[in-house]
């Protein structure tokens, strides 16, 4: 019986912590949607519409490039989102203190911030996707396809959220900001969001670089859900990579959170 108490009050605490940190998000809503929705739907424009319309890309272009922006938009955000917050709480607001009082075990506390960027994440791609549709206009997608790619934003957003926790539990809190920035760019433009990685087969060493990068995965994994003559691998293999950077860079950031945490 007091195990059971035990665990109910572990779960309450875990869904009140989970709500309190949503509605403080909600209270920033126009910074989120400002960072959401200025960057990608402007590149879908001008990449996906306005060079295709003046004859410097292809007009098919833009089934390649929005799959990829709409997955960047899971991870990143969700990298973004649990990162950068980690990094505020175990600085000078120390807000991880407070957290620390709660019934719960440290490795439910980093649980919760991966779950809140991984909503992060998803919200984000949510926003891009009729974003997108508008700038773009004849862009299509599936009805049946939804599932598998739903599924694939979903691995990505957790697994985009589990490595910002790694990030924000093991790099010094002052220069998580600036090993982000440093990491976004390669991260971004290796990820295979502006092309299918089978495309790189005149150039060896970056096809490899761009394979080692966990936002290739989800953007090929999208593409081949929703495009998957688009796509230079099928869904299963996605899920099977992602799954195994989520397991890896969950259980660095759970480590690293705990032992910071207790420093």
């Not at 098919?60 to 990143?76: C, E």
């Not at 990579?241 to 660095?252: D, N, P």
């Amino acid at each position: 019986m007091t195990a059971r108490v035990r665990l109910s009050a572990g779960a309450l605490s875990f869904l009140a912590m989970l709500r309190n940190d949503i509605e403080a998000g909600v209270r920033h809503w126009r910074q989120f949607l400002a960072r959401t929705l200025l960057l990608p739907p402007s590149v879908l424009f001008v990449f996906g519409r306005l060079l295709p319309d003046l004859g410097y890309v292809s007009g098919g272009y833009a089934n390649v490039l929005f799959p990829g922006l709409v997955a960047a938009s899971a991870f990143i955000g969700a990298l973004h989102g649990t990162a950068l917050p980690l990094a505020v709480d175990f600085s000078w607001t120390r807000e991880i203190e407070n957290r620390l009082l709660a019934p719960l075990d440290t490795r439910l506390i980093a649980l919760e911030k991966v779950l809140l960027g991984a909503l992060r994440g998803l919200l984000s791609a949510a926003l891009v996707v009729p974003a997108g549709f508008v700038a773009l206009g004849g862009v299509q997608w599936p009805l049946a396809s939804a599932p598998a790619a739903s599924g694939i934003l979903l691995l990505g957003a957790l697994t985009g959220a589990a490595t910002g926790l790694a990030l924000g539990s093991l790099v010094t809190p002052c220069r998580v900001m600036t090993v982000f920035g440093a990491a976004l760019p390669p991260l971004a433009f290796t990820g295979c969001i502006h092309f299918p990685l089978d495309r790189l087969a005149g150039i060896p060493w970056f096809r490899a670089v761009c394979a080692v990068n966990p936002l290739t995965y989800v953007a090929e994994g999208l593409r081949a859900a929703l495009l998957p003559d688009e796509a230079a691998i099928t869904v299963l293999p996605a899920i099977a990579v992602l799954t195994g950077v989520l397991a890896v860079a969950g259980l660095a950031g759970v480590l690293g959170f705990h032992r910071r945490a207790h420093a």
